[in-house]
């Protein structure tokens, strides 16, 4: 398990703190830095002999500098048209990478800002995340416990709560069927929150969830009868000092081991499912950011699915009609397409809060499609229902995600696509799914929007209606894990920091 501590440091004589850093680490296009000298200097020399530096990432000997070593981190030419915030993070990765693998535990991170647009306003803060990404070890091997200098940064409260929320993320997504297995979620979740301003509570009795989420409990069947991967529904709530102005519900796809049930994953596709739990892992590690920051005013509750898609005898099947916690019927059309079953209850009972509230919001997390990540490659997908798009949120949240780094694709829900869901007989209000998988129908990542608006209870509470609910779906399948490595990489902790950002500073 890695630890990662951010301090905030003022003034440029810290560069030449032995006592307090061990490197110090640019991230920067040019490296020209005129407010620094003595390592634009250093720069200059180096590149006079090696007509790599300011290309590659570089550890020079810095004779003077804090550690004697001064890491060079390029972004690249920042000034195409599509050029975007996450070539900082890219660079503050590669870079401290080479500071550890130099032997640098307490490093000074300089951004260099020069870079006015918009896109670039959050740089120092991306950088950072980079960074964090780049330090971070899986809980179940030996980790770093590095403590960084940050030139200029300001709160560090807000940068130490937002990296031990995705630490906690990463850690949730990345383990392994067994390691975080339902129940081993589960108390990861209650370890994580004991004690701190998240109430937190585990439903695990079979005969509540089967009577409370009965969708959930289908795809979670098969999984009976073997302890250890037994399902739970995880609760957490946060309420903030003073008036609530604010108030957030979100549900969290964990389906920990996905086997595709009896529509079985074939030829090699069942690898890396354990990951399919990336969305109830970004929830808690915003929950987590929530509990330490302590934001006042907002009120934000979440519920987390979590399952194993197993296979066995008492598997679900396709054709099987399920009434859902909204009371609607629900045809199975692929055992495959079991994430919106399990988020169908958790949203439901969601929506129940959310109707006691003013000026809900309700979004679904979920690494949900293999068509989202056919549309978008390593993008994610918000779809919104209409009153989110009355109020331009899907459209504010992926602004906010380009500043961030974790930028979403504003997908749109069409008339068509509640087609895809209809019944086709009189014995059910809903189709799950059609037979196929989702990579092979087309709108596959739009049209299970449809299914969630209606098997939650969510198509009551549109524009026109006495409540009005604006929910979002986010689809985080083809960034819950790093493009290069999307089997067996690192979680990514998408979009903990794009919600955070949503709701404390818009």
């Known amino acids: 398990m890695s630890k990662i501590l951010w301090q905030g440091v003022a003034g440029s004589e ?100 020069s870079h006015e647009e918009l896109r670039y306003c959050e740089a120092k803060a991306v950088s950072m995340l980079g960074l964090g990404q780049g330090v971070y070890r899986p809980f179940d091997v030996a980790g770093l416990d590095i403590t960084v200098g940050v030139l200029g940064l300001e709160d560090s409260a807000r940068a130490n709560a937002l990296e031990s929320g995705r630490i906690a993320a990463r850690d949730l997504c990345g383990g392994d069927p067994e390691q975080m297995a339902p129940p081993a979620f589960a108390e990861y979740c209650q370890q994580l929150f004991e004690d701190g301003p998240v109430k937190v509570s585990v439903i695990e009795d079979r005969a509540t969830l089967e009577q409370n989420y009965p969708l959930l409990s289908g795809v979670a069947r098969a999984s009976y009868g073997v302890a250890r991967h037994e399902p739970r529904v995880v609760r957490l709530e946060y309420v903030g000092e003073g008036v609530i102005v604010r108030n957030w519900f979100l549900a969290g796809k964990g389906v920990t081991f996905d086997t595709g049930g009896a529509d079985l994953k074939i030829g090699g596709a069942m690898a890396g499912m354990s990951r399919d739990k990336g969305g109830a892992a970004a929830v808690a590690g915003l929950m987590a950011t929530l509990a330490q920051l302590q934001p006042k005013g907002i009120r934000v509750v979440a519920e987390l699915g979590l399952v194993r898609n197993s296979l066995g005898r008492e598997a679900i099947v396709p054709d099987e009609i399920i009434t859902g916690h909204a009371g609607r019927r ?22 129940l809060q959310a109707e006691q509230v003013a000026d809900p919001v309700m979004f679904s997390v979920a690494t949900l499609t293999g068509h989202v990540v056919r549309s978008y490659g390593p993008y994610s997908a918000v779809v919104e229902n209409g009153v989110a798009r009355q109020q331009a949120l899907g459209g504010e949240l992926q602004a906010i995600s380009e500043l961030w780094g974790e930028p979403f694709e504003l ?12 019944p086709r007989s009189p014995s059910e209000d809903l189709l799950s799914s059609n037979n196929g998988p989702s990579v092979a129908i087309s709108r596959g990542h739009q049209f299970p929007m449809a299914f969630l608006l209606q098997a939650s209870g969510l198509d009551e509470h549109q524009c026109g209606s006495d409540k009005p609910i604006a929910y979002l779906h986010l689809d985080i399948a083809g960034s819950a894990v790093e493009k290069r490595d999307p089997l067996y990489g690192k979680p990514t902790a998408v979009p903990v920091a794009t919600l955070l950002a949503q709701l404390v500073d818009h």
Request: proline share 3%; charged share 25%; net charge negative.
């Open 330 to 351: 629900v045809r199975i059309g692929n055992t495959d397409a079991e994430g919106r079953l399990v988020l169908a209850d958790l949203l439901s009972h969601l929506r």
């Open 411 to 422: 997908s749109r829900l069409r008339r068509e696509d509640f087609a895809q869901v209809a």
């Open 14 to 113: 810290a560069l030449f703190d032995q006592a307090s850093w061990d490197a110090v680490i640019v991230v920067s296009d040019g490296f020209e830095l005129s407010a620094y000298p003595e390592v634009a200097q250093l720069v200059r020399h180096a590149a006079s002999v090696d007509q790599r530096v300011g290309k590659v990432a570089q550890l020079l000997m810095a004779p003077g500098l804090a550690g004697g070593r001064l890491v060079l981190a390029p972004t690249g030419d920042l000034d195409g048209d599509f050029e975007d915030v996450r070539r900082f993070a890219e660079a503050a990765e590669q870079g401290v990478n080479l500071a550890v693998a130099a032997g640098s535990r307490r490093p000074l991170l300089l951004v260099d800002e």
